[in-house]
Each structure stands twice: as structure tokens, then as C-alpha cells.
């Protein structure tokens, strides 16, 4: 009974630790791509102009996904042979250190092109960062559920996507209620990325209390690692991480017009090409739009114990290439309910197709070289999908002059991870305690 209690309490402490860290880190990740859509574009990039100036800023978010290859792969290669725990730690402090930085940078108009130069460099290290974050999260999570709840647990680390997003853009919702237009480009923008250190401090302490994941653990007892599991990867699973990246892609480009773009549009002023919406009531929906986006996320990953991950995949995809277009109507109307309406819809997709995400990629890859194909996947999944989601839909946009335009962007997308996902095969209930896998049994 004790070992049970035992078990349970150090359950919690696992899923505290991974939802509480991705909150985090994604908090970092998620306040820069506001900010891009707000003010990074005339402080830091304005010689490039008004228009060109955003689609600079907008590049400049896309511009560290390009590094979180090399971070899954640093991450990957100690995680698999120092343990999870301590990756999520490292990488919790990088993310932290790189988002401080940012808050205290001077703009163009105090050093020149230092500013931009210095920014894009603080962006590579968050771009580092989260790409060794997700892979120690989620497998944690996975590796410590119980029977029939691996789904539900590696939906945890999931949720701090939503979560993350939820404080940034309320972070910026609270800041631009009470401070003046004037008083938010001269400092106000800096309060939300200095606001990382306290929560460093929180994440830094629930992770160290967090014990090493079980599965680790027994290969390290076994002397299992493999001296090489970078090397061995490409050798034994090249297919799976294809597959792990392409199945990520639609999910990662829609949410981050979620993120970044829709607020970014809806503000815009008119004579701009924008809706010209009050900013706070256009922060506060989409605050309010990831709540959805957290409750279908778990019950993605719920659902997904039992009609499996797949088939939870498909239906995400299939309702999110459906709304893809149709939510544009809704948007143009130009009416903030509406426009919160089109975002909350969409998050039922986003959900489906995020959820299941953790466990789906843990049943493909061997344990020995699990943290290294994880994050390698879902990092090259982010760079085709998300990198650029919002600087190529700002194209789009341009080059139409139709903002349901963009709804096929998505479509597209949408189109390829669907035919990634129904080409995998493993079970929900394949063993992730052993060195091989066999993903067609």
C-alpha cells in the first residue's frame, strides 16, 4: 500500500513538474512571438519600414526554430545518457537567461544595428532551448504513466503550450489596460520579459523535486545507453523521425497563427489591411481561446488511450483542415465575439491533434534512443510548420489581398500530417521499458 502511495504522490510530482516547466519555457517562447506582432517590428527592425519592418520581425520568430535541431540534438544525445531530469533543468535555466536578456536589450534607436543583431542572438538561444525542453517533458510524462493513462499523462507537458500562452498574452492584455500606448512601447513591452526570472525560480524548484524517469533509470542499471545514440538513430529510425516531423507540421503552423498572427491582424489599423480592433479585448479572447485549447488537448490525449492515437490524430486534423478557411469569414466580420468564436473553434483541431502527441511519439522509438528521436522529430516538425507560419501567411495575405487565403495554407498543411500520421502503426500499448520496438506488430 505504501509503495502505491508512494508511486502515485511521485505521479504528481512527475506531471507537476513537466506541466509547470513547458509552461515556462512556452511563456518565453510565446511572449517574443507577441511581441513580434506588437512592437519588435518598429523598435528593433524599423529601417526596414512599416510593412517590410513586420515581416522582418515576423522572420526574426522564425529564425531560432532553425536552431532547435541543434538543441534536440545536444539535449537528445546527454538526455539519453545523463537522464531526462537533468536536460529539463538546463534548458529551463538557457530559456529563462535568453527571455531576461531580451527585456533588457536597447532598441534601434539606442545602438543602432547592435539592437537587431543582439535580439536575433538572444532568439538562437531560446530557439536552442526549447528544442531540448519538449523531448525530456514529454517522456518524462509517458515514461512514469500508469496502465492505460499514457495518453492522458503525456498530455500534461502538452498543455503547457496553451498554458504558456495563456500567461503571455494575458501578461500583455494586463500591461496594455493599464499603461498608455506611449508608455507601453518605451518600457512596458520589457515588464513581460523579465517577469521570466520569477518564474524560473518556481519551474527550477518543482523540477529538481522530480525523480529521474524509471526507464532511464533501468538502462542505466542495465548499462544499456548506447555510446552513440545520435548515430544509431539515423541508422535503425530514419523513417520515424520523417515521419515524427511531418506529423507535427499542420499542428505547429496553425497554432502559431493562433499565437502570433490572428492578434497581430486584428489590430492591425484598417488603412493597413487590419481589422483595426482595440488591442486588449483582442489579447483577451485569444487568452480566453487557449483555455479551449488546454481542455482539448487532455481529452486528445484522454481519448486517445482508448480509441487510439492515430485515429485521434485524424479526427484533429480533419476538423482543423475543415475550419481552416471558413474561420477567415468570421474574423472579417470584425466583431470580437465572433472573432474569439473562429479561435475557439479552431482549438478543438489544435487540441485533437496535440494531445496524443507525447505518447504517440514515445511507442516509436526505442528507449535507448527515445530523448534523441523525439526531439529531433518534433524539432524539424517545428521549422516546417511553425518557423515561418506567420511571416508566410503575412505573404500570402499580401500577395492576395484575400485573408481567407491563408485558410489554404493551412489545408495544405493539414493535408500532409494527415497522410504522416495514417502511415503509422505502432499500438497503444507497445512496451516503452525496452531497447527495440516493433512499430508493425
Not at 505521479?11 to 515556462?24: E, F, M
Not at 487540441?351 to 504517440?360: D, V
Amino acid at each position: 500500500m505504501t509503495e502505491t502511495v508512494d508511486t502515485r504522490r511521485e505521479q504528481r510530482r512527475v506531471l507537476a513538474g513537466t506541466v509547470v516547466g513547458t509552461s515556462i519555457e512556452w511563456y518565453d517562447f510565446f511572449i517574443y512571438a507577441q511581441a513580434a506582432g506588437v512592437v519588435l517590428g518598429p523598435l528593433f527592425f524599423a529601417p526596414a519600414g512599416e510593412t517590410f519592418g513586420q515581416i522582418v520581425a515576423w522572420a526574426s520568430l522564425g529564425i531560432s526554430f532553425l536552431f532547435r535541431p541543434l538543441g534536440a540534438i545536444v539535449a537528445g544525445h546527454l538526455g539519453d545518457r545523463l537522464g531526462r531530469k537533468q536536460m529539463l533543468v538546463l534548458t529551463l535555466i538557457l530559456m529563462g537567461v535568453a527571455t531576461a536578456l531580451i527585456g533588457v536589450l536597447p532598441t534601434y534607436a539606442q545602438i543602432g544595428i547592435f539592437a537587431p543583431i543582439l535580439l536575433v542572438l538572444l532568439r538562437v538561444l531560446q530557439g536552442f532551448s526549447a528544442g531540448g525542453e519538449w523531448g525530456g517533458a514529454a517522456l518524462m510524462s509517458v515514461e512514469h504513466a500508469p496502465k492505460g493513462k499514457r495518453g492522458f499523462f503525456g498530455a500534461y507537458p502538452q498543455i503547457g503550450v496553451p498554458i504558456g500562452m495563456m500567461l503571455a498574452t494575458a501578461t500583455l492584455w494586463i500591461l496594455t489596460t493599464s499603461l498608455t500606448e506611449e508608455q507601453f512601447l518605451s518600457w512596458g513591452w520589457r515588464v513581460p520579459f523579465l517577469f521570466s526570472i520569477a518564474l524560473i525560480f518556481v519551474g527550477y524548484i518543482i523540477r529538481r523535486a522530480v525523480e529521474e524517469s524509471p526507464v532511464f533509470a533501468e538502462l542505466q542499471e542495465r548499462k544499456a545507453s548506447s555510446s552513440a545514440p545520435l548515430k544509431t538513430l539515423f541508422q535503425r529510425n530514419t523513417k520515424e523521425v520523417v515521419l515524427s516531423a511531418l506529423i507535427f507540421i499542420a499542428n505547429n503552423a496553425a497554432g502559431y497563427l493562433l499565437i502570433a498572427f490572428f492578434s497581430s491582424y486584428a489590430t492591425r489599423p484598417v488603412e493597413a489591411g487590419g481589422l483595426g480592433l482595440e488591442r486588449p479585448p483582442v489579447l483577451l479572447a485569444t487568452t480566453l481561446s487557449a483555455i479551449g485549447w488546454l481542455a482539448f488537448t487532455l481529452w486528445g490525449g484522454m481519448i486517445s488511450d482508448r480509441i487510439g492515437r492515430v485515429r485521434t490524430f485524424q479526427i484533429g486534423y480533419v476538423l482543423l483542415g475543415l475550419w481552416a478557411i471558413p474561420m477567415w469569414f468570421l474574423i472579417d466580420t470584425g466583431n470580437i465575439y465572433l472573432y474569439f468564436v473562429a479561435l475557439l473553434v479552431m482549438t478543438v483541431g489544435l487540441g485533437l491533434s496535440y494531445g496524443p502527441q507525447a505518447a504517440l511519439y514515445a511507442e516509436m522509438f526505442p528507449a535507448d534512443i527515445r530523448y534523441s528521436g523525439v526531439s529531433i522529430g518534433y524539432a524539424i516538425g517545428a521549422i516546417l510548420g511553425g518557423a515561418f507560419a506567420p511571416m508566410i501567411a503575412e505573404l500570402v495575405f499580401g500577395k492576395t489581398g484575400q485573408i481567407w487565403t491563408v485558410g489554404l495554407y493551412i489545408v495544405v498543411v493539414c493535408i500532409i500530417s494527415l497522410v504522416a500520421v495514417s502511415l503509422v502503426k505502432t499500438k497503444n500499448d507497445v512496451p516503452l521499458n525496452t531497447t527495440t520496438i516493433d512499430l508493425h506488430g
